[in-house]
């Protein structure tokens, strides 16, 4: 089975051709980050009316590298949320266009589970139970996966997402946007245990909280002179990824998973993935970066296993941009 996806719900326009969930035939991605940058975040209206002028060339683009015709394709999976709704609302709304002209099945997505597939692209293929830790700009999730489509949510963070956290400490040492990729680079150069900054472990729950980092790193800034960014970047970077492999590794160990995903954003982070993998005992699985960050590859491959399973959605499909999984 051949589907089309398509990833529209924040500052990438995206498009793939996926065959049997697991084979990439295709993978475009058009980023907006030179669009925002001057802006030192996503502006939404911009983002909506950016997939609006790029969402058909990609799509195009990803048809002709796959040597693909509308009449080769088994489905369309698409985003429906969580995201921005105008962003949302582009790749629905084309989606749904080319699945009724082609009688195609339509599947919606949620893109919190896409990325947890971008784990199946690679030539693996994931034991369950395992303990999937979300890591993105707006989320950071800890579930157990007990099967395709059955997920037991365990924890989330309170406050900012870890992407969030990068976004917002780059923002404050001035590295640029997006701040993801900026601390990890700033950080290689940096000594990490030269600033002790406080960890939040919320003892007893698997739930997450970074804005106590991000304000301690605020006040470190403010108070202490002729600071060298890079070893604020490099502790900054230390103390989220300290939290999230020892919380993960836990969580992993008490519920007897089989192994370790990671997805998202955040999951592109070497010394997140290295440490996760170094003091786990169990595999630990993470799509190489450029699945890890938004893609329309791990949508299709998410949409096949749904249809497999039987789902597609009705021509009333609407966006849902605080959908939540599980
Ligand atoms: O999954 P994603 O592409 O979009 C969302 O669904 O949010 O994640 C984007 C987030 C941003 O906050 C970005 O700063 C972060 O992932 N990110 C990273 C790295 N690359 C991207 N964070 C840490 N290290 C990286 N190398
Ligand atoms: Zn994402």
Redesign the pocket.
């Known amino acids: 089975m051949k589907l089309l996806g398509i990833e529209t ?4 326009t995206a498009a793939a051709i996926v065959e049997e969930g697991r084979e990439i035939l295709s993978n475009i991605v058009a980023s907006q980050v030179d669009i925002h940058a001057p802006y030192g975040g996503i502006v939404p209206e911009v983002a909506s009316r950016q997939h609006l002028i790029t969402v058909i060339p990609i799509i195009q683009e990803a048809m002709a590298q796959a040597q693909a015709q509308w009449r080769d394709l088994d489905g369309i999976a698409v985003t429906i949320g ?2 921005l709704a105008g962003s949302l609302l582009v790749g629905v709304n084309i989606a749904k266009a080319i699945a009724l002209a082609q009688s195609l099945p339509l599947i919606s997505i949620n ?2 589970e896409g ?1 947890i597939y971008a784990n199946w692209l690679e030539g693996r293929e994931p034991d369950f139970p395992c303990l999937c830790l979300i ?5 950071t999730d800890l579930l157990l996966m007990r099967g395709h489509g059955d997920y037991l949510p365990l924890g989330r963070t309170r406050d900012d ?4 956290a ?2 917002k400490v ?1 923002r404050i040492l001035d590295l640029g ?8 680079q700033a950080a290689l150069s940096g000594n990490g245990a030269l600033h002790p900054l406080p960890r939040a472990w919320l003892k007893g729950s698997d739930d997450f909280s970074f804005s106590g980092l991000k304000t301690a790193v605020l006040r470190l800034v403010e108070e202490k002179q002729n600071l060298y960014p890079a070893d604020v970047a490099a502790s900054f ?1 230390q103390a ?1 990824v300290d939290v999230l492999v020892t919380k993960t590794i836990a969580a992993a160990k008490r519920l007897g998973a089989k192994q370790i995903l990671l ?10 993935c290295q440490t996760l993998d170094q003091r786990s005992s169990l595999p630990v699985l993470f799509p190489s ?1 450029l699945l ?3 893609n329309a590859a791990m949508i299709a491959s998410c949409g096949y296993f749904h249809l497999k399973a039987g789902h597609s959605t009705g021509w009333d499909l609407d966006v849902t941009p605080n959908l939540r999984l599980a």
């Open positions: 719900s924040c500052d990438e969580p995201g893109h919190l990325h890591v993105s700009g707006g989320h997402a870890a992407g969030e990068f976004d780059a946007y997006p701040g993801g990729p900026a601390i990890e970077q989220v997805a998202g954003g955040v999951a592109a982070n070497r010394l997140l970066p890890c960050t938004d």
